[in-house]
């Protein structure tokens, strides 16, 4: 946050810690969003997220007329920009950016823009760039250099057969009563397990099916995510007490 009674311009502190210029400032009000004023925590205590990949352990804010600020490093403008956004009620709930531009990079370049964690977010969008060798791969913002395509996400029919897969191979356990799937950062993709009871023979059972036949399909088929599974044992209560509010159910 900015503790100065004053707003500050992001590019300001960008430059006055050497941080690259394409590096965003997101606020949040239910869903993230990318913003060029930090401004003053005195106002309303407002807080943002910036994602420090150069691991610095403090970050100088220059007092607006005050500290002299450097000449950022300004990068060619990119030819092409194609904004997709999600709402949600009509109200944006997340949005991403594609493009090409003559300076960037196949890999990671200063063009690309980590993705704040997706986990508050009601929708989320990311970009994922196979070709990064950091373990967080989830952006905001991708740019490719001219003449090569532009990054390729999954389509919701890819996606719809690979959640009808798995939830196939989970019910065919009898004790599984419910199955909910959300989709979260980086591409993970959560399932829910719903059963009766708290049955060790039951949960051995799930967890040996799981591990015999969607781990075989993952490594046959190269699906473009990852699976994390989790058990909940009803026991009496309601079913949307044991699973996240966003999560999908997913009937047999």
């Known amino acids: 946050s900015n503790p100065f009674e004053v707003d500050v311009l992001w590019k300001d502190v960008l430059a006055f810690n050497g941080i690259p210029e394409t590096t965003s400032l997101h ?8 913003t060029d004023a930090f401004t003053s925590a005195a106002t309303n205590g407002e807080a943002f997220y910036y994602f420090n990949d150069q691991g610095l352990s403090q970050l100088k804010i220059p007092y607006p007329g ?3 600020v450097p000449q950022p490093t300004v990068l060619p403008r990119p030819s ?4 997709l956004s999600v709402y949600r009620e009509g109200i944006l709930a997340s949005s991403v950016r594609v493009g090409k531009a003559s300076a960037a990079e196949a890999g990671r370049d200063a063009y690309d823009q980590f993705a704040p964690p997706g986990h508050f977010e009601a929708a989320s969008l990311r970009l994922v760039n196979e070709r990064f060798t950091t373990p967080k791969n989830a952006l905001a913002s991708e740019f490719r250099p001219e003449g090569e395509e532009l990054v390729r996400s999954m389509s919701s029919q ?3 057969g690979w959640l009808s ?10 004790s599984v009563e419910d199955v909910f799937v959300s989709i979260g950062d980086d591409f993970l993709v ?7 009871r708290r049955d060790p023979a039951s949960i ?15 490594s046959t088929e190269h699906p473009p995510f990852k699976v994390d599974f989790h058990i909940c044992y009803r026991e009496g209560r309601e079913v949307r007490d ?7 159910h997913l009937p047999k």
């Open 204 to 218: 051995r059972s799930i967890i040996a099916r799981q591990h015999e036949h969607i781990i075989n399909l993952f």
């Open 158 to 160: 890819e996606s719809d």
């Open 66 to 68: 005050i500290a002299t």
């Open 27 to 34: 606020r949040w009000n239910g869903s993230f969003s990318m």
């Open 190 to 196: 959560d399932y829910w397990i719903v059963i009766p």
């Open 165 to 174: 897969k798995i939830k196939q191979e989970v019910y065919v356990d009898p």
């Open 242 to 248: 044991l699973v996240p509010d966003a999560a999908i």
């Open 80 to 83: 092409q920009v194609l904004t």
